[in-house]
């Protein structure tokens, strides 16, 4: 699902909740920021964490991404900038929760969000490099529900969170027999991009024995970076702030700005392959 050759449009996705889809969702775009990309978040849970996250307020989310689903303003129009340089959000509303009902019986329900891209991205190519976007990061709902399905496929590839507690490959496997089925229906270029564990404690036998049972499950997919679990990220986003902004030195910061690293360092290598 290539869009143009320098915009790569990633999905967080795991229809488990509480397993830090949404905080790297905000910290993995910062730290992309941070090194040097352009980045937009594009909030699809109703919940609205990233938003909140990256202190837009509810008040200000005039044009949401339910009104991108429902066709009725350009993803351009959603596009808000946020305290961190060269990030950007399309905020979410509690209205996302009625955009099944909306659109359930259009033929392009599926590829509401892909359309949406598509036209932002062609925009796009008409400003200057310096302006344009390199990364969108799509924040899917904790659910398999037809908004996950449009981020899968609307997305080059797909970042799974997981936590490292006993039922994360159950969740695992599930999802990824639903990403196979996108990728035979809806979208033949998805593909998985990493798996990033988070809430890592090494002081919990369980926490390093599901490490490496998902290590040994899927291989090198598993990115090297594991994200600790770290009282400062959870912190942060009661400040409306992303971890890095909030405290740059912490275990946890550090831990998405090597995240970020390996990313790129991914993305490089698909690009030459």
């Known amino acids: 699902m290539a869009y143009s050759p320098d915009l790569r449009v990633l999905v967080l996705a ?41 202190g837009i307020d509810r008040k200000n989310r005039a044009v949401s991404t339910f009104d991108v689903m429902i066709g009725e303003a350009p993803l351009q129009a959603a596009v808000q900038p946020t305290a961190v340089p060269r990030l950007s959000i399309a905020p979410s509303t509690l209205d996302l929760l ?10 392009d329900r599926a590829y509401r969000l892909r359309n949406a891209v598509k036209a932002f991205a062609d925009a796009q190519t008409q400003l200057p490099e310096l302006n344009r976007f390199t990364y969108v990061l799509i924040d899917c709902p904790p659910s ?8 899968l496929a609307a997305s080059d590839s797909v970042v799974v969170p997981l936590q490292c507690e ?43 024995q599901v490490a490496a049972d998902v290590r040994g499950f899927m291989g090198d997919k598993v990115y090297e970076t594991i ?31 090597r995240l970020a690293s390996e990313v790129i360092q991914r993305e490089r290598q698909l690009r030459a392959a």
């Open 227 to 257: 994200i600790p679990r770290n009282v400062r990220i959870s912190e942060a986003p009661s400040y409306g702030k992303p971890v890095l902004l909030y405290d740059l030195k912490c275990s946890g910061s550090q831990a998405y700005l």
């Open 98 to 107: 009625g955009v099944e009902l909306e659109i359930a019986s259009e033929k």
């Open 144 to 151: 398999l529900n037809l908004l996950t399905i449009n981020a």
């Open 14 to 54: 795991n229809q488990k909740g509480g397993v830090g889809k949404t905080t790297t969702a905000i910290n993995l775009g910062t730290a992309l920021a941070a090194i040097g990309e352009r980045v937009l978040i594009i909030d699809l849970d109703p919940q609205g964490n990233a938003s909140t996250g990256l």
């Open 166 to 208: 006993f039922f994360a490959l159950e969740g695992l496997s599930q999802l990824l027999s639903t990403v196979e089925t996108v990728r035979q229906t809806l979208n033949a270029d998805l593909t998985i991009h990493g798996i990033v564990l988070t809430m890592y404690d090494p002081r919990n036998n369980l926490a390093t």
